[in-house]
Antibody, heavy 117, light 106 residues
């Protein structure tokens, strides 16, 4: 079955960077965009951007331009999201989600990123 | 920038029909997806392309989209449907989420 497995929780200091991974299985990895969505504590869903695993091309939400980088390694069917210059308001659960049906049809389990001094 | 507006909360009695709205400028010209998120869980798509149900989603979930408003309807709501619901659309290569609606079944 289609599955997305994300890396474990992270604790970072303000100003640092974090890299979250998302390993895909059960479908052709390069056939579908991969999205990244975050959710701050008690808040709603916020789309950060997406990557085309076939070409490596990505487009980012304007809010994160210059601070986020999405990459992939097709040899291990894994997508990555790198967020730099972390602030306390970046504390959130970060999800990867497979593109499908004009939306996001399969989601990872989420990775908690805590930014604290 | 494009915005989607949802009511913060909706309440429904068990067995009754719940309707959750999502409003945006000319929303009917876009495809809408709806996601259900239960506490401590990842979101799950329950409606796509306005009114289609993914495999495994009960028939009591339905959707519509016209004009400036999309609606998620849960017919015969059950206690297990209590969750947060988010609408989502695309605008200029950007995915937009509504603010979410907490559905209470009581």
């Amino acid at each position: 079955q289609v599955q997305l497995v994300q890396s474990g929780a992270e604790v970072k200091k303000p100003g640092a960077s974090v890299k979250v991974s998302c390993k895909a299985s059960g479908y052709p990895f390069t056939d579908h965009y991969m999205h990244w969505v975050r959710q701050a504590p008690g808040q709603g869903l916020e789309w950060m951007g997406r990557i085309n695993p076939y070409s490596g091309g990505a487009n980012y939400a304007q809010k994160f331009q210059g601070r986020v980088t999405m990459t992939r390694d097709t040899s291990i069917n894994t997508a990555y999201m790198d967020l730099s210059s972390l602030r306390s308001d970046d504390t959130a659960v970060y999800y990867c989600a497979k593109d499908g049906r004009e939306g996001m049809d399969v989601w990872g389990q989420g990775t908690t990123v805590t930014v604290s001094s | 920038s494009y915005e989607l507006t949802q009511p913060p909360s909706v309440s429904v009695s068990p067995g009754q029909t719940a309707s959750i709205t999502c409003s945006g400028h000319k929303l009917g010209d876009k495809y809408i997806s709806w996601y259900q998120q239960k506490p401590g869980q990842s979101p799950a798509q329950v409606i796509y392309q306005d009114n289609k149900r993914p495999s495994g989603i009960p028939e009591r979930f339905s959707g519509s989209n016209s004009g400036n408003t999309a609606t998620l309807t849960i017919s015969g709501a059950q206690a297990m449907d209590e969750a947060d619901y988010y609408c989502q659309a695309w605008d200029r290569n950007t995915a937009i989420f509504g603010g979410g609606t907490k559905l209470t079944v009581l």
